[in-house]
């Protein structure tokens, strides 16, 4: 029987204690909510710190987090409807652009690494390793009502129906994965299951023994009698399986990736979404929540120094593009230390 990732699924969590009466949660709430969106790979962080964050208040401070995918977050955050805005990549040159029409300054603070995993079926008995190659032979946009079999894609495979579940185009795992695997950003076939929710590819994958997917190693660590992860084959050495071992020493390539949180400059004069932001970035939580949220920490230094960036109020983004394939968490330090 699957287990559900244990956060929650809903489009929005408010994290508040509304049904114990403590806060008053309805639209006129004299206290305005901290309001969270983005993506569904950074939500079970940001949940965790939320609801860490209400106990740590007493439940005054509410905050919503919304599940758009990252893209769609970014779309919410750069109109001014959004704090803070979830990423699992960078932002993108047409979100900048978007956001500086609007007014709209952000201070860019990473939060953790991630290691994007390819899933398959738990009865799945003829593979246990994928490489780059097959990979793109199987989502780039001319696989598209062709590589329809898994013999299709190694001659040694069944002769068995290929089904795809994977995040829709709104994603930053969508972004981030087609970069780096099919060799362009958002380049891919566009006929297999997709959904801004993990929890949905999830339930897909844990049901159809002829599936393969992708998405946030959280949600395969949290359901692995359902499913299991297929290490990766570079070509140069031994495929990898991902882990947060892997990832944090660099192993896991190229589908180790870091995240962020994204806040508006107007928000952060807030108390109390400077207060959550700190709270955030103190070393003693991030460790334990990340890891809980099933992802990789950073280094003390790195909390520490976007605590510094978050007080100097320190706007703009360290990446010259969007998405970057392959960055390790010494290169990320180096690339927020440039501005």
Not at 65 to 80: A, E, I, L, P, Q
């Amino acid at each position: 029987m699957m287990v559900i990732n244990k956060h929650r699924s809903a489009s929005v969590s408010i994290v508040s204690l509304c049904i114990l009466g403590l806060t008053a949660c309805s639209d006129n709430t004299s206290i305005k909510a901290i309001r969270v969106d983005g993506s569904s790979t950074v939500y079970p962080i940001t949940e965790a710190v939320a609801e860490e964050f209400l106990n740590a208040t007493g439940g005054q401070l509410p905050v919503t987090v919304g599940v758009s995918g990252t893209g769609g977050g970014f779309k919410k955050f750069c109109r001014g409807e959004t704090d803070i805005s979830d990423a699992s990549r960078p932002i993108s040159n047409e979100e900048r652009k978007l956001c500086a029409e609007n007014g709209i300054k952000y201070i860019e603070l990473p939060v953790a690494l991630d290691a994007l995993t390819v899933v398959v079926n738990s009865k799945n008995d003829w593979v246990d390793a994928i490489s780059v190659e097959q990979l793109k032979t199987i989502w780039e946009p001319a696989a598209q009502g062709k590589i329809t079999r898994w013999n299709k894609v190694d001659p040694a495979w069944p002769d068995a129906p290929l089904h795809l579940y994977g995040p829709g185009p709104d994603s930053g795992t969508f972004d981030y994965f087609t970069d780096a695997i099919v060799g362009e950003e958002d380049a891919s076939r566009g006929d297999y299951t997709a959904s801004e929710d993990d929890n949905v590819l999830v339930q897909g994958i844990s049901r159809d023994n002829y599936a393969l997917g992708y998405f946030g190693y959280a949600y395969y660590d949290e359901n692995r009698d359902a499913l299991k992860a297929l290490a990766i084959d570079t070509g140069q050495g031994k495929p990898v399986l991902p882990s947060i071992q892997t990832a944090r020493s660099g192993a896991y390539q190229p589908l180790a990736r870091p995240m962020f949180i994204y806040i508006a400059n107007q928000s952060a004069a807030r108390q109390a979404v400077a207060r959550f932001v700190r709270f955030y970035l103190n070393p003693d939580h991030a460790h334990a929540l990340v890891k809980e949220a099933g992802y990789v920490p950073l280094p003390d230094s790195a909390y520490r120094g976007a605590q510094q960036k978050f007080e100097m109020r320190k706007t703009g983004t360290a990446f010259t593009e969007g998405t970057q394939i392959g960055v390790s968490i010494e290169e990320m330090l180096k690339e927020e230390r440039v501005k």
